[in-house]
């Protein structure tokens, strides 16, 4: 009897390996829903804070569960003296992403509950990180920069609090919606591959702190999250608008990937571009800078020439990646932002995961040797 060979789907694309009620690209609309809501309007309406209440418990909080939410969240934000130690004693030369993945290591391997998973208790663990993942990665920015670490004020909200942590100051309300807007654009994408990471993980029963560093790793390749770093060191590498077209012709013909462009999902365009792109449009526009008229224009000369050239559009790393430069972040500070932000997702997915837990584990086709006899054996 012969058996036939099976389908292959590399890199599991257009499988769909299970449910889930978190979030969803709407393809006939090309929209992006979180529990329901359309992303565009989210964005546009309520702060992240609610978007990470709705991520978790399914709702947006009312009034008196946003007051408690933040209570919590503005109480677990400073960092103890060891992992303020332990940030110092990192290498220079490691990247930020690293140093966020050995932070979360780190606070797992200090919590005496880590192995326990149940839903209360990653929760408070979820919370925890949210609260804590900006600190670190504020104060390795300013390690960086040769600056002390600025400890977190519990009267700022999540993105202002930021600045504050990054800068010493909070800049215009303009500039912190912008960056509100990214954090909300950012939080969740369904089976995405670092949420698909926190998925395996937490599908073996590993615990949460295990899943949330894998899923780091897996969000720091520029394949996914690391492309809005990415995209920056291409726009530096191109340096004047009217090389963009050049540089694309010859990118192209060398087989080079251009990072911000492209996505396994849309494949007309990312839903959460042109709300993005507006804001950056905005941040440009107060800037009055000819420095960044430079960068707007060269950014926007290589969105035309993609489109014109291959038909590709650009992903929400793309206006992103300028947004984060204007906002005056260090470039290697770009996807970890992405992490404090996409926390939401992932542990949303955790919890989800946890709920119906299936072993995922699935099956390879072999191709290589036959079977045959070790040198020496019998
Ligand atoms: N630059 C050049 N060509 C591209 C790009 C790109 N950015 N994206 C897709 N293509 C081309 C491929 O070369 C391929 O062409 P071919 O059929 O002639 O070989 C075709 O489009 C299909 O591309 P795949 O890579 O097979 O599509 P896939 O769904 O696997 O890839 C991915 C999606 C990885 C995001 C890809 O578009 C890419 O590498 N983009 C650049 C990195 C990037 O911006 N990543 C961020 C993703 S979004 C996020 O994480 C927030």
Known sequence: MTTSAPEIHRGLAGVVVDTTEISTVVQETNSLTYRGYPVQDLAARRSFEEVAHLLWYGELPDDGQLRDFHARERALRPLDRTTLELLTRLPDTCHPMDVLRTAVSFFGAEDPTEDDGSLAANRGKSLTLLAKLPTVVAADQRRRRGLAPIPPDPGLGYAENFFHMCFGSVPDPEVVRCFEISLTLYAEHSFNASTFTARVVTSTLSDLYSAVTAAIGALKGPLHGGA?????????????????????????????????????????????????????????????????????????????????????????DYPAGLAYHLMGFDTPAFTPIFVMSRITGWTAHITEQLAHNALIRPLASYDGPGQRAVPGAA
Request: charged share 25%.
């Open 228 to 316: 809005n770093e990415a995209v920056m060191h291409m726009l530096n590498e191109i340096g004047d608008p009217q090389r963009a077209e050049a540089w694309l012709d010859e990118a192209l013909a060398s087989k080079r990937k251009i990072m911000g462009f492209g996505h396994r999902v849309y494949k007309h365009g990312d839903s959460r571009v042109p709300i993005m792109q507006d804001a950056l449009d905005r941040l440009v526009a107060r800037a009055a800078d000819p420095e960044v008229t430079r960068m707007a224009t060269l950014h926007a000369a290589l969105r035309h020439a993609m489109i014109s050239r291959k038909g590709i559009h650009p992903n929400l």
